[in-house]
Nanobody
Framework: QVQLVESGGGLVQAGGSLRLSCVVSGRTFRILDMGWFCQAPGKEREFVAAISWNGGSSYYAESVKGRFTVSRDNAKNTVYLQMNSLKPEDTAVYYC????????????????WGQGTQVTVSS
């Protein structure tokens, strides 16, 4: 049974930081490409960041470049999203997902999803 469990969300003031974690079980984590997406109320799920299986490649949405960093620890089956200089518009539920191939920025390219963790940035 594949499970992805996100944690680390919360309420933070604008300009603050959070680090999200996603622990994966049920699959061989070290060979998985991973992604982070977010979804705000009334909006579609949007790409945030992605990282290759060995951490050698990473990709970011334009809106988070220079502020967010995706990383992974294959020994801990965990992928992280370090979020700095947070803005109110970053408020959303954040999801991690296991890639199945295709365009890394498309939710359709991911086959397993976590339950999400809420990030709220106050102004």
């Amino acid at each position: 049974q594949v499970q992805l469990v996100e944690s680390g969300g919360g309420l933070v003031q604008a300009g603050g930081s959070l680090r999200l974690s996603c622990v994966v079980s049920g699959r061989t984590f070290r060979i998985l490409d991973m992604g982070w997406f977010c979804q705000a109320p009334g909006k579609e799920r949007e790409f945030v960041a992605a990282i290759s299986w060995n951490g050698g490649s990473s990709y970011y949405a334009e809106s988070v470049k220079g502020r967010f960093t995706v990383s992974r620890d294959n020994a801990k089956n965990t992928v992280y999203l370090q979020m700095n200089s947070l803005k109110p518009e970053d408020t959303a539920v954040y999801y991690c997902a296991i890639a199945s191939g295709g365009r890394y920025y498309s939710p359709l390219s991911y086959e397993y999803w976590g339950q999400g963790t809420q990030v709220t940035v106050s102004s």
